[in-house]
C-alpha cells in the first residue's frame, strides 16, 4: 500500500485541518503510510500551523503526529474523505479516558462497558417508545 499522504500540498489545500483555541494545524504531507504511523511515536507530519503567536500567518515546519491526534482538545475541522477513513475521529468517550490517562487495555475495558451500558438503555428507550406508539 502507497501513503495516500506523500504528495505535498498547498496552505490553502490541505489533506486535514485540526484547531484547538486559537491554533490551527493543516496537514500537508505525512511521511509514513498511516497504518506505520500507529506503530511509530515518532512519526511526522508536514504543518502549516497558525497561533497566536504567528501573527495571522502560517508557520511551516514538521512535527510529530501524536500529539496532534492524541490530545483531546484539538478537534478535526475540515478533512478529504480519504483523511477520515484512516484516522478516524476519536468520540468524546474517548477523549475523556485519554484525558484521565487510562491505559489502551484500560481504555477499551471502560469503553466496552459503557457501550454495553449504552446499548442496553437505548434497547430500553426504544421498547418503550414502541409500548408508548401503540397507546
Not at 25 to 36: E, F, S
Request: glycine share 4%; proline share 6%.
Amino acid at each position: 500500500m502507497k501513503n495516500p499522504f506523500s504528495k505535498t500540498r498547498k496552505i490553502h489545500e490541505p489533506y486535514a485541518i485540526y484547531m484547538m483555541a486559537g491554533w490551527e494545524w493543516r496537514i500537508l504531507k505525512t511521511y509514513q503510510r498511516p497504518d506505520k504511523e500507529k506503530n511509530n511515536s515518532y512519526a511526522r507530519w508536514l504543518f502549516a500551523t497558525k497561533s497566536p503567536h504567528t501573527n495571522g500567518d502560517f508557520e511551516i515546519g514538521d512535527g510529530y503526529s501524536r500529539p496532534i491526534l492524541e490530545t483531546p482538545q484539538i478537534s478535526l475541522s475540515k478533512c478529504s474523505p480519504e483523511w477520515r477513513k484512516h484516522y478516524p475521529e476519536k468520540t468524546q468517550l474517548e477523549n475523556k479516558l485519554i484525558v484521565i490517562g487510562c491505559s489502551e487495555k484500560k481504555n477499551k475495558q471502560i469503553k466496552d462497558k459503557l457501550i454495553s451500558k449504552y446499548l442496553e438503555t437505548e434497547k430500553e428507550r426504544r421498547l418503550a417508545q414502541i409500548f408508548e406508539d401503540l397507546n
